[in-house]
Nanobody
Framework: QVQLVESGGGLVQAGGSLRLSCAAS????????MGWFRQAPGEEREFVAT????????FHANSVKGRFTISRDNAKNTLYLQMNTLKPEDTAVYYC?????????????????WGQGTKVTVSS
């Protein structure tokens, strides 16, 4: 059982930056594909970014491409999401997820473990 704990959310003005972290309890963290998803009030869960187990391959949703960057440090069992040039439409609860899958995926159903989420609010 992998436990994931997100941190780093908060209130920021439009144009600002935040870095989210996701700490994993599992010592085999480096074998999991990881992803970030978000869910705004009244909206469905939305893919943000995913990264391969080694960190060599990353994919970002078009809505965040060029502004957000997913990365990981397997030695620290930690996943990151650097968010720059934030927009009010980025406001959501952000979740990290771990998947026992071979390739990065934008499909939330393919992930096995989820954190509790961290709230990001971007004011205009």
């Amino acid at each position: 059982q992998v436990q994931l704990v997100e941190s780093g959310g908060g209130l920021v003005q439009a144009g600002g930056s935040l870095r989210l972290s996701c700490a994993a309890s599992e010592v085999t963290f480096g074998t999991y594909v990881m992803g970030w998803f978000r869910q705004a009030p009244g909206e469905e869960r939305e893919f943000v970014a995913t990264i391969s187990s080694t960190g060599l391959n990353t994919f970002h949703a078009n809505s965040v491409k060029g502004r957000f960057t997913i990365s990981r440090d397997n030695a620290k069992n930690t996943l990151y999401l650097q968010m720059n040039t934030l927009k009010p439409e980025d406001t959501a609860v952000y979740y990290c997820a771990a998947g026992k899958i071979s390739t990065p995926s934008p499909h939330w159903a393919e992930y096995d473990y989820w954190g509790q989420g961290t709230k990001v609010t971007v004011s205009s």
